[in-house]
């Protein structure tokens, strides 16, 4: 199957990828922000880094790299990245040890588990202990564009129906404490939701 996708030398970014509109992420960066989208790449293989950087859209998402779990611990803990893409091994820990500490986080990052190895058991195993994908190595550019698309976007959702919860939550407080009565409205908004 042809899907017109040209898969590019390892280190090299496709050419026709879809490119995000300069107005998702190139004014933005003209203007010194940051794209909205933060991607973690985990991997003491620095050809992880470099073909993974060159794939990532960097008008739509900013990357940082590290080699291994210490150090992406302490970029998760100051960054607040919206995806993590993990090694499956580490020189000092593991996905799976990344996952456990991601967990304890109010918002965590989906975490993503690159592997040459990977199988339907590895899957399995990262989806069940609650991963969002993996993705095998070597990349497939398409592949790779797709699912840590997706895990943005899913990410980037979930913050705003946590917001969304916080403000239904405070108007409720706010109301409450002015003597309006919210319990009809909840009522509706519950059956409507189920």
Same mark, same amino acid.
């Given at each position: 199957m042809n899907t017109g996708f040209t898969r590019p030398e390892h280190g090299s970014r496709p050419t026709n990828l879809p490119r995000a509109s300069k107005a998702n992420g190139e004014e933005a960066r003209e203007r010194?922000?940051?794209?909205?989208?933060?991607?973690?790449?985990?991997?003491?293989?620095?050809?992880?880094?470099?073909?993974l950087r060159h794939l990532c859209d960097p008008a739509r998402w900013g990357t940082r790299e590290v080699n291994g779990y210490r150090e992406a611990i302490a970029v998760i803990a100051e960054q607040h990245p919206d995806v993590v893409l993990c090694e499956a091994s580490l020189p000092d820990g593991s996905w799976k040890d990344l996952l456990e500490a991601l967990s304890r986080r109010v918002n965590p990052p989906y975490l993503i588990v690159t592997s040459r190895l990977a199988d339907e058991y590895l899957w399995a195993e990262?989806?069940?202990?609650g991963g969002y994908d993996v993705l095998a190595k070597p990349f497939d550019p398409e592949e790779v564009c797709r699912v840590v698309g997706l895990a943005c976007?899913?990410?980037?959702?979930?913050?705003?129906?946590?917001a969304a919860g916080r %403000?239904?939550?405070? #108007?409720?407080? &706010?109301? %409450?404490?002015?003597? #309006?009565?919210? &319990?009809?409205?909840?009522?509706t908004v519950t059956a409507a939701m189920h």
């Open positions: 010194g922000e940051a794209p909205a989208t933060t991607i973690l790449l985990v991997s003491h293989l620095v050809e992880d880094h470099v073909y990262v989806l069940n202990l976007e899913h990410h980037q959702e979930r913050q705003l129906r946590r %403000s239904a939550t405070t #108007v409720r407080r &706010s109301s %409450s404490e002015h003597g #309006v009565d919210h &319990s009809a409205e909840s009522k």
